[in-house]
């Protein structure tokens, strides 16, 4: 059984569209995490979620938005898409929220490779 | 701020060759998280192994072994007698205790192992 499941694994799209990644997770944890992969590699976080807090990198523009309709998923929604923001983009998910221990280890899906044209 | 620094991008051994892969890491805090993921070609990123920053016993799993040593901030990662199917690009990351838990990683190593 699938731990972190994404979909789509691919996404072809035009700039200004607006797109979204969907995210589960059956481990049940409760944190979710979205993380941006570039084209050199580097990875970078995005959002922190869980359903007390919601922690966002300065860096991430407010096209980008997480939702979560329970504590199982959290989609990553993305406006008027941008050349730039062509990357694959990895949910994970842990136990906790940070706070110590073996449980804020996180668990990757496979990642979605998102392509603006 | 914290920061994690991979200073080999690329990497390249003979099959049943040790290699050891290095990684630094930045943070004020006093109690912080390590990790190793591995990115094979296929692309899902594995966890392979977490550290807290009490425990600086190094770990040795099968032909994986690690070694923290907080004196020098580094975190290094060797594999034993490679294999082919270890060639991926392999990611060290940090994270802070009670901040989210975001993970910041460094640029990673890519490993090939060739027959």
């Known amino acids: 059984d699938t731990a972190v499941s994404q979909t789509p694994k691919y996404l072809v799209t035009q700039m200004g569209n607006d797109k979204s990644i969907k995210c589960e997770q059956n481990?049940?944890?409760?944190?979710m995490y979205w993380y941006k992969q570039d084209s050199k590699k580097f990875l970078k976080i995005m959002f922190s979620?869980?359903?007390?807090?919601?922690?966002i990198n300065e860096t991430v523009p407010n096209r980008f938005s997480p939702k979560s309709p329970d504590k199982a998923h959290l989609n990553l929604h993305i406006n008027s898409l941008e050349l730039g923001d062509s990357a694959v983009y990895f949910c994970?998910?842990?136990?906790?929220f940070g706070s110590g221990g073996s449980l804020n280890t996180q668990y990757f899906g496979p990642g979605t490779r998102l392509t603006v044209l | 701020a914290q920061k994690v620094t991979q200073a080999q991008t690329e990497i390249s051994v003979v099959e049943k060759e040790d290699v050891t892969l290095d990684c630094v890491y930045e943070?004020?805090?006093?109690?912080?998280?390590l990790f190793w993921y591995k990115q094979p070609p296929s692309g899902e990123l594995v966890f392979l192994i977490r550290?807290?920053?009490?425990?600086?016993q190094n770990e040795i799993s099968g032909r994986y072994s690690w070694n923290f040593q907080k004196s020098t901030s580094s975190f290094n990662f060797t594999i034993t007698a490679s294999q082919v199917v270890d060639s991926a690009v392999y990611f060290c990351?940090?994270?802070?205790?009670?901040?989210?838990?975001?993970?910041?990683f460094g640029g990673g190593t890519r490993l090939m192992v060739k027959p």
């Open positions: 994970a998910s842990s136990q906790d």
């Open positions: 481990l049940g944890h409760d944190t």
């Open positions: 979620y869980n359903n007390k807090e919601l922690i």
């Open positions: 943070t004020r805090d006093t109690t912080y998280y």
């Open positions: 550290r807290n920053s009490f425990d600086e």
């Open positions: 990351a940090l994270s802070r205790d009670n901040a989210g838990n975001m993970l910041t």
